[in-house]
DNA sequence: GCAAAAGTGTTATGAGTACACCCATGG
DNA sequence: CCATGGGTGTACTCATAACACTTTTGC
């Protein structure tokens, strides 16, 4: 006779943030119990019994981090028998991107156990949350080409250049600005807003905002985004 | 406080297979318990403790229909607290791909219970299986395009006709000729063998073969395989 | 007037697309 | 010799890729 079957499901986020230039953000949480206590995880923690896979994410994010997100999607789910050392658990990962505006937000709880660390200066991650954060950052490389998911990460009104380093950076190639603007705008999914923006030195930049209802619109008929990797 | 979480983890395939000339089909049991006694459904079943969720796959496809895949890969997690509706149940779902060798394989158990059902001819399906299935259909789709998975619908040797016919058949639209198969040996993944294949009426054709060795060579590298969509 | 970033157009190259006829076989 | 499917080349078109100077501001 087999055994009753013994197995947790679990939600867990790799929520990436972007502030201006290179620099690309995952949103971490210090474990405060056993096992990997005092080490950093990615955010997320069971699923109860009457709430969907979503609800979950979203309910942990807000519990454990203060975050709301912008994008959400689901990415892969991981289910070896050993990735907790304890129980079973099965983890069904999401990927997710914040605007800035929510980027600085600290913890409801404390906020020394919440913290944006930079892409490329990770610290170890428990668990098999490693492999995830990986998944996800091939997630994001492949889908920013394909799909207009990057002004998720960007404020609603941007200057062109952010668009420009937000590509750079996650694909981590240069990009020639003047082909990348004519494709962009050739889209028609973003527009030019009255708006100037002038912060730092050199020339203010024209706001931007991206159209969303342009976009659906477009999404129904055979419209194709594409932005090429070299 | 909370209640213990109570959820099963269960695993579904979508299996395709491909019969010369459009009759692209998937594999479905007929369900032997309730709930949905005696209606379709995909193949699959719960976790077992100690096996990982493809081996859990493999098992059940095994058990349940005696079929050997080619290719599986992990599809989507299906979870919405009422999509079974006795227990709760969270479905992770897969997609799988059979040579035509297997295509003919009878069930282990009653044959009965196990049919390859034209895609264009399926039955109303049990709990959220028709999603499933949607989605693996487009996934399959898009898949097809930007990876060279066909070849596991086809035999390891086959007539560049079959290629043809079989996107054709997934991409539901006509391709040129003379264009598809210049792009195709312009990847140099495929090579044409000694053989020539003589059935039904015409003039007879050269068999070609999928060289694996030389895929994953060039998969190292910046190779990129696409059949774009019209 | 210098530093810093924004803004802009043209040309060359290559990939994609459209398109039609001959070939080898079986009956 | 007819029907059936296999096999092949060229010209046109359009999208991509390469490339550098001018503009506006702050200091």
Redesign the pocket.
């Known amino acids: 006779m087999k055994l009753k079957q013994d197995i947790k499901v679990a939600v867990d986020a790799v929520v990436f943030g972007y502030e201006s230039k290179g620099k690309l953000s995952v949103l971490l949480i210090k474990r405060g119990v056993e096992p990997y206590k005092d080490e950093w995880a990615l955010p997320g923690g069971l699923v109860l019994n009457e709430e969907s896979l979503e609800e979950a994410v979203f309910r942990e994010l807000k519990e454990e981090t203060g975050v709301k997100i912008d994008y959400l999607e689901q990415l892969y789910t991981f289910g070896t028998p050993k990735r907790d050392p304890r129980n079973r658990v099965i983890s069904v990962s999401y990927f997710g991107l914040v605007k800035p505006n929510y980027f600085n937000i600290k913890a409801d709880t404390d906020a020394a156990d919440v913290k944006w660390y930079r892409l490329k200066d990770m610290p170890k991650l428990a668990f098999d949350h490693q492999d995830i954060l990986k998944a996800a950052h091939q997630r994001l490389q492949s889908k920013l080409s394909y799909e207009p998911i990057g002004f998720n990460l960007l404020n609603d009104e941007f200057?062109?250049?952010?668009l420009?380093h937000l590509y750079m950076t996650i694909l981590e190639q240069d990009i020639?600005?003047?082909?990348f603007?004519?494709?962009m705008l050739?889209f028609g999914i973003i527009e030019e807003t009255e708006k100037?923006e002038?912060i730092?030195?050199?020339?203010?930049?024209?706001l931007f905002r991206f159209n969303t209802k342009k976009f659906n619109e477009l999404s129904n008929s055979k419209f194709h985004f594409?932005i090429?990797l070299?």
């Open positions: 200057p062109f250049s952010d420009e020639d600005r003047r082909n603007r004519k494709k050739s100037i002038r730092g030195s050199g020339r203010p930049a024209k594409e090429k070299a």
